[in-house]
């Protein structure tokens, strides 16, 4: 029998209250206890991968603690209450199915009528006969000629996600000889964006995917009719060059101004949606069929991971029950995502909206405010870049930011150069091996300027190369750190009600229907 | 006489500190009185501009008192002993002379002999007179061809402003007939980020720059030696290629290696290098030496104002005062700027730096401990996008966060659709607009999952079009606010300290000199 309890009435979240300061870093990160951490704090992921938390601020009695939480917070019964097609998106009243676009973790799941694992696999099938088609040339343009680009239209998840696993890919794809065609995305409604991507592309060999779920999209619509003007004005047929990704509901499902269209649900929220149609057109067309199902075979095998009720064997679970204590216990609010690798570049913005949009609440599944904090600030960049820019904060600032690195062993285009007896992807590696060291012990310095006080917490994900596989590995684990400390701080992960007032405001304001200060703001702008 | 004071040790800061919840935005927003508010607070900037604080939580009393400190913090008084070459960066016993990049705001500057403003604007000259030489084709690759790209080979301040500024003006430039040639950028050690570029453009019809002060920063060199070898293997002459941006003493200065060289000094701090010949000598190449003198312009009108001794007339400080009065008093950690222009993409990322590196410090300008807590986490990204992702946190998250945002009345390509009888840039415009009064005021709901508790404060930087002028305005806006910011903490706004210790280590593990927990992190990566 699952409960829903507030982090706050949980025994082991009150047990964990009272173990603050118990872990000095600069203390257990030194001499031979340091090596130990590193061998022993450590979760293996899928695909070689593993999650190691050496540099928390945690030992054996927090990590018990933390056991002792997971079980009460019934985490892992919650977790099979979601992929056994519970409704856990309460507010909408919806199931939550995204780990199902990609493997059964479960009992079948029928809604709408319909086997969901088998509707999303059809759409894949879908998907990929359709790619095939458009890279053996048998779906052309108008002109008969083969399509060279990809243009996604789409916002926020329709966006964030598939733009951040193709940049992921797109240098992998091209020295593997898996690259088919390059992916632009539109996303923004500022007209300046859709305007520069179409001036950089050929309109008229490009296929444009219209993606949104319920076909209401106000961006979306509008960056639509912007690319069917641009069409237009080069004498071609819009209908010849678009396909939709959407609701079996919306208006785009059966309309003649696609050339098709693929079907995602409400079960699958936009944030969650890499792995559905939404990131399987876009992928499946630069990429090839194959590497998309790669890429679904990784966030598989690590949502197997995720059901594993031991904490030491669930990496997610165990980054979920970590940042929980960091951030309601030892009260750092704020986390940066820092991959040391250049396919990750807009990782981290996908992951601020995954986290913030999921978590980012105040009031708990009942709609009941809850008196804790929620929901972390994510922000990141790629190393080494971050170094000469904002690690100055990170190392000498007066808040403390928990870090969450991501290394690979190999770089992803294997060409390099070798300086001071050292290849560059040698130099990437040790940069992130010592910023983990110097965040945690510090150095101590009479010139107080100098002087680095250590005890700023990290963790790593290592792996052998960013591939389909590990890209879908790290976006599962994600996922599914996210879903896990959504169930602890017993928030619905899956609604987004925040967004909704701005959009009702922006339609006044458009409808000349506003009085005060925010006609006196739409005067600044000259609305 | 100039004081240094600590902030906690100012009459006015104490009184401020019992200036606590004074102001309710959803009472004061509401009605007659926002109107009143956004027409009153408000501070006109150069180039058109205008900052707004309306939905900032002040009110006269909390104005009054941050005027006091402003002067008992004696920020115009510092900030002159800035422009008129007193060594302001102590740390390092430097002068900070960026703002005489742009123009000449007090007494004459003299340093290693030589009138500073006179050099800096030698240089912009003699950057100006390449530029034209290669876009006349007077200056040629080896084979005799015009240069048709530019690659900045640099890191940290040496890429992340010019990049944002590059991008800002990327599509104006090229609407307004005024661009020259595409710029690209290589800055991650990673293997990966100099490949893709490199295989991204045309090497043998590329002009390459090395941007390094001291001419030893390991990535930047290490980049170097990457592109090198690019060139040799397609049998093209480095030298022939590549020119520098260096200081007179480092050893790229007289090397036969470029082209030319073209020069900074030790007074212009790598994040405040947008405007020196940094950013100079891209911005140049990429969109004419005309182009970037009127960035610079913008810029030097928008320092004029930072001058004034009443906050109400400038508003850099403003924008400061505010900060501190939300940081160290409203105990706000992070702010989120949010620009309404997909122009300014990158812009956050180079704030990020610039805020971050600047003022991520807790110690004084004499190396002794705060007791306070100094700059604040920066993040963001542009709008609508931000909307689709982590505003749900901004709107409906357990902290809050004050937020930046910057919107133009124009976009920059004038190319737009109506839809539902408005257009891109006016959806644009309504959204940002929506979005202030949205987080200030909220909205009751008896559902308390559409509940938006509002009183969330923001400002705004409204301007006619984001062109090269008020590119430059808002880039000093930010420089001056961080800088003011530095005078009231107290701290050295321009050395970076916190960077060094992670160089050491990571040298160390290059270097096999490693032992425990370094050498175990080390093997995880197979260093």
Request: aromatic share 8%; with cysteine.
């Amino acid at each position: 029998m699952i409960e829903w309890k507030n982090l706050d009435t949980l025994d082991a979240y009150k047990k964990l209250s009272g173990l603050k300061d118990e872990v000095e870093l600069k203390s257990v990160m030194a001499g031979a206890n340091g090596a130990k951490r590193v061998a022993e704090y450590s979760v293996p992921m899928s695909n070689g991968m593993a999650y190691n938390f050496a540099a928390k601020q945690v030992d054996d009695q927090v990590l018990d603690v933390l056991s002792e939480l997971a079980e009460e917070a019934q985490l892992s019964d919650k977790f099979k209450a979601l992929y056994n097609g519970e409704v856990i998106n309460t507010g909408e009243k919806r199931l939550v199915l995204h780990q199902l676009t990609r493997g059964q973790l479960g009992d079948d799941v029928t809604a709408d009528g319909v086997n969901k694992r088998e509707f999303y696999v059809r759409q894949q099938e879908r998907i990929a006969a359709f790619a095939d088609k458009v890279h053996a040339g048998e779906i052309v343009n108008e002109a008969g000629e083969k399509f060279t680009s990809v243009v996604q239209i789409g916002i926020g998840g329709s966006d964030l996600g598939p733009r951040a696993m193709y940049l992921a890919l797109e240098n992998w794809a091209k020295v593997n000889n898996t690259f088919k065609m390059e992916a632009h995305f539109i996303s923004n409604v500022d007209p300046d964006d859709a305007a520069a991507v179409l001036s950089g592309v050929d309109v008229a060999h490009s296929i444009f995917i219209l993606v949104s779920k319920s076909g209401t999209t106000l961006e979306t619509l509008t960056n639509e009719s912007f690319v069917k003007d641009a069409l237009k004005k080069q004498g071609l047929d819009a209908s010849k060059h678009m396909i939709a990704v959407t609701s079996e509901t919306s208006p785009l499902a059966k309309s003649s101004d696609y050339l098709d269209a693929f079907f995602m649900d409400d079960y699958i929220g936009g944030r969650y949606s890499s792995t559905s149609s939404v990131g399987g057109a876009v992928l499946s067309l630069a990429f090839g069929p194959d590497i998309f199902a790669r890429f679904l075979q990784g966030a598989a095998a690590e949502d197997q991971l995720a059901k594993n009720t031991d904490i030491k064997k669930n990496p997610a679970m165990m980054d979920a029950l970590i940042g929980v204590y960091e951030r309601n216990v030892l009260g750092f609010g704020t986390t940066a995502v820092l991959p040391y690798s250049q396919g990750l570049s807009r990782f981290p913005a996908h992951l601020q909206q995954m986290d913030m949009e999921s978590n980012g609440k105040s009031v708990n599944r009942f709609g009941e405010k809850v008196d804790y904090v929620t929901g972390p600030v994510i922000f990141g960049e790629p190393g080494t870049n971050g170094q000469h820019s904002f690690y100055q904060l990170l190392h000498q600032g007066t808040d403390i930011i928990p870090l969450q690195f991501v290394g690979f062993k190999k770089s992803q285009m294997a060409t390099d150069v070798v300086i001071e007896n050292s290849t560059s992807q040698q130099k990437l590696c040790a940069n992130v091996v010592a910023q983990i060291m110097a965040f945690a012990c510090g150095k101590d310095d009479e010139n107080a300027n100098k002087y680095f006080a250590g005890n700023r917490p990290s963790s790593i994900i290592v792996g052998d190369q960013l591939t389909p596989e590990t890209l879908g590995a790290l976006l599962a684990h994600f996922e599914n750190k996210v879903m896990f400390q959504g169930f602890l701080w017993n928030v619905n992960s899956f609604d987004q009600e925040g967004v909704q007032l701005g959009k009702v405001l922006a339609k006044k304001v458009l409808a000349k229907d506003m009085e005060d200060a925010l006609l006196a703001y739409a005067n600044l702008l000259d609305i």
